[in-house]
């Protein structure tokens, strides 16, 4: 099963496959790209909510990986879809990607290519220049913001 995420509805994504989504993905779509997710859901797309505890555990996934900031609440739940029903995630989203790789979700990509492996980012505080590896609203040390930063 492949579970699309907006980005399959805009770029016009086909596939012979079973299909599903979340409703919430709905929301976000608009003028023609809409009417494709109602015509997909009425021609028999499952649409599927995915537990809290599997939304749980994606949200944990995502501070691992650093991408918990860059992830809506959408973005958590198409993940947590994809993992509960065995499925291939469709997105062009590379904060998806990266926590798709690191649940083992397999992802197929739509209009740009997809991420070359998975990453653990740090945060860089703009004022002091300290390195974290967790995400926090700002730097605990000077009070600054910080950044997203890439560990490689």
């Known amino acids: ?14 596939t012979d496959e079973p299909v599903a989504s979340i409703p919430l993905v709905r929301e976000e ?5 809409a009417y494709r997710f109602d015509a997909m859901e009425g021609s028999g797309m499952h649409l599927h909510i995915p537990d809290e505890g599997t939304v749980e555990r994606i949200e944990r996934a995502a501070s691992d990986t650093g991408d ?3 992830l809506s609440r959408t973005d958590i739940r198409l993940v947590a879809a994809a993992f ?8 062009d989203d590379y904060a998806m990607q ?5 649940l083992e979700v397999p992802v197929e990509v739509i209009a740009r290519e997809g991420i070359d492996e998975q990453r653990n980012w740090h945060f860089q505080c703009g004022g ?3 390195e974290f590896e967790e ?3 700002r ?3 000077c009070g600054s913001g910080l950044s997203r930063k890439n560990p490689a």
């Open 68 to 70: 918990a900031g860059e």
């Open 128 to 130: 002091c220049g300290r």
């Open 84 to 91: 509960e029903l065995d499925g291939h995630l469709v997105t």
């Open 1 to 14: 099963m492949y579970i699309l995420d907006a980005s399959a509805f805009i770029n016009e994504y086909h």
């Open 29 to 33: 779509l608009e003028d023609e790209s």
């Open 139 to 141: 730097c605990p040390v």
């Open 135 to 137: 995400q926090h609203d």
């Open 98 to 102: 990266n926590v798709a790789e690191k």
